[in-house]
């Protein structure tokens, strides 16, 4: 079983619509929960950044957690078209220092259609 | 904002040609990875270093080594590059479990 699953998509939906992308995990010492942006051709970009259970808003994004289903979800509220591109969810059990690293979920493709 | 630059967008080698890819980022990160990235398989680690001089393999470390001489700078070496280490390859950095990463270095080995 792999640590953590993401559908790969790719997700097409229309300019404006509610966006929702998710992971789960099975690893109940993840912790640390992470969404990262990539646009083709491009470094992934940090979008948001939570601990542990519950939810975190910035702007038009929404990341929830929810450990005890181990699932994860990011929201993106009135769509654009920017906001085409890859987002992978990223989780880390590290109490430490950060340097055991982040297990990666593939990612989803999403297309916002104009 | 947190800067990491990495030496070459986009590289063209040579089977058995060494290849260098440097990393260099400007927040003090205590922390540097090297990954991999590649259609339907993800990114993936191959080395990481937690300490100027300290490293350690990530889950994918066969045919490359990795020299942190300086806490700001990672390079990632290709010792004989062989076309299936063609890839994308990007760097990260953090201080604690947020990684930033790098544009990426799209490599191409013929």
Known sequence: QKE??????????????????????????????MWYRQYSRKGPELLMYT??????????????????????????????????ATYLCAMSADSGGGADGLTFGKGTHLIIQP | DVKVTQSSRYL?????????LECVQDM??????????????????????????????GDIPEGY???????????????????NQTSMYLCASSF????FFGPGTRLTVL
């Open chain 2, 12 to 20: 063209v080698k040579r089977t058995g040609e060494k290849v260098f």
């Open chain 2, 65 to 83: 080594s990795v020299s942190r001489e300086k806490k700001e700078r990672f390079s990632l070496i290709l010792e004989s590059a062989s076309t």
């Open chain 1, 51 to 84: 601990y542990s259970s519950g939810n975190k808003e910035d702007g038009r994004f929404t990341a929830q957690v929810d450990k005890s289903s181990k699932y994860i979800s990011l929201f993106i509220r009135d769509s654009q078209p920017s906001d085409s």
């Open chain 2, 28 to 57: 003090d990160h205590e922390n540097m990875f090297w990954y991999r990235q590649d259609p339907g398989l993800g990114l993936r680690l191959i080395y990481f270093s937690y300490d100027v001089k300290m490293k350690e393999k």
């Open chain 1, 4 to 33: 953590v699953e993401q559908d790969p998509g790719p997700l097409s939906v229309p300019e404006g619509a509610i966006v929702s992308l998710n992971c789960t995990y099975s690893n109940s010492a993840f912790q640390y929960f």
């Open chain 2, 96 to 99: 604690i479990h947020e990684q």
